[in-house]
């Protein structure tokens, strides 16, 4: 079973720098951009917590405006 981690993940939207919080059972680059899109507000949020969810690709992000994801352990 893992084990759930606060992360901090940090972007730019348009330029504007963006920083945000969360608890997740893992963490790697696809989550972290995922994550920022959500934050950004475009992207998708399952309504439960195993059912699938589109996540949108880095360069699919990069279209809509999010740029320089960073994420580490908090």
Sequence with gaps: MPRSTHY???YLLHGAFK?????????????????A?????????PK??????PKLSKPQAEKRGVT?????NT
């Design 37 to 45: 899109t959500v934050d950004a507000g475009f992207g998708q949020i």
């Design 68 to 72: 320089g994801v960073e994420w580490t």
């Design 8 to 10: 901090r993940i940090d």
């Design 19 to 35: 920083s945000f919080r969360i608890y997740a059972d893992n963490m790697n680059n696809a989550e972290a951009w995922h994550w």
């Design 48 to 53: 439960y917590r195993l059912d699938p969810a």
